[in-house]
């Protein structure tokens, strides 16, 4: 089991911003990518966004295009979710995960091996 550390989520008021992290060991870097969903109860898990380890392609939802932004730092092996602009709508448990192949489907969820405990988000209108 690879171990997935997310951290950031919170509750923050609508038009805010919140920053949400995702540690990954050194072993994901044999995987092509990681990336966020979300999930609200009830409901199936959403893709967000994805960036690939190697060059940093970045694959982005229509939903929160323009108003989030992932980044990767290799060298702490820690993926950042930086969020504006915050809706009520992106309330959810965000989750990160890793992407084995670069054939794959992005938003679907059986494209990923390993997943985070994930980390709410909550936003207040």
């Known amino acids: 089991q690879v171990p997935l550390v997310e951290s950031g989520g919170g509750l923050v008021q609508a038009a805010g911003s919140l920053r949400l992290s995702c540690a990954a060991p050194?072993?994901?870097?044999?995987?092509?990518?990681l990336v966020w969903f979300r999930q609200v109860s009830g409901k199936e898990r959403e893709f967000v966004v994805g960036?690939?380890?190697?060059?940093?392609?970045?694959y982005y939802a229509d939903s929160v295009k323009g108003r989030f932004t992932i980044s990767r730092d290799n060298a702490k092996n820690t993926v950042y979710l930086q969020m504006n602009s915050l809706k009520p709508d992106d309330t959810a448990v965000y989750y990160c995960?890793?992407?084995?192949?670069?054939?794959?489907?992005?938003?679907?969820?059986?494209?990923?091996?390993?997943w985070g405990q994930g980390t709410q988000v909550t936003v207040s209108s």
């Open positions: 960036i690939t380890w190697n060059n940093g392609f970045t």
């Open positions: 050194g072993r994901t870097f044999c995987r092509y990518a």
């Open positions: 995960a890793t992407k084995p192949s670069r054939f794959s489907d992005w938003a679907a969820p059986t494209s990923y091996d390993y």
